[in-house]
């Protein structure tokens, strides 16, 4: 079992929901997080001030799959998060030693 998190730009969340659901991904867990990759964020200007936007809004969307679903959740969302400019995202992918539905007790893959 694999743990694929993606951060996203906020305004594909419904592009990638929409790509992840098409393929069977039952469910995602979203977190409204802040940071930066190589853009190293960005100056704004405001009432005529210039200041450092150090930490960009980001999207962080986490799935727990199967190990035969990883290469095409990684496709979904690298084609749905795409826009072509700096500040796309990063997918990453962890092992998951062990997953329990809390209702069932159920563990493994039983309970994705």
Same mark, same amino acid.
């Given at each position: 079992?694999?743990?694929?998190?993606?951060?996203?730009?906020?305004?594909?969340?419904?592009?990638?929901? /929409?790509?992840?659901?098409?393929?069977?991904?039952?469910?995602?867990?979203?977190?409204?997080?802040?940071?930066?990759?190589?853009?190293?964020?960005?100056?704004?200007? *405001?009432?005529?001030?210039? *200041?450092?936007?150090?930490?960009?809004?980001?999207?962080?969307?986490?799935?727990?799959?199967?190990? +035969?679903?990883?290469?095409?959740?990684? +496709?979904?969302?690298? +084609?749905?998060? &795409?826009?072509?400019?700096?500040?796309?995202?990063?997918?990453?992918?962890? /092992?998951?030693?062990?997953?329990?539905?809390?209702?069932?007790? /159920?563990?493994? /893959?039983? &309970?994705?």
């Amino acid at each position: 079992m694999k743990l694929v998190s993606a951060i996203i730009k906020p305004f594909k969340l419904d592009d990638v929901r /929409e790509a992840l659901s098409d393929i069977g991904v039952q469910g995602i867990t979203v977190t409204e997080v802040k940071g930066f990759g190589r853009q190293q964020g960005h100056t704004e200007l *405001y009432r005529g001030a210039e *200041y450092v936007v150090d930490f960009l809004p980001k999207v962080k969307v986490e799935i727990a799959i199967r190990n +035969e679903d990883l290469d095409r959740t990684i +496709e979904a969302i690298t +084609e749905a998060a &795409a826009t072509g400019k700096i500040g796309d995202g990063k997918i990453f992918v962890t /092992e998951l030693e062990q997953v329990i539905r809390i209702r069932t007790s /159920e563990s493994g /893959e039983d &309970a994705l």
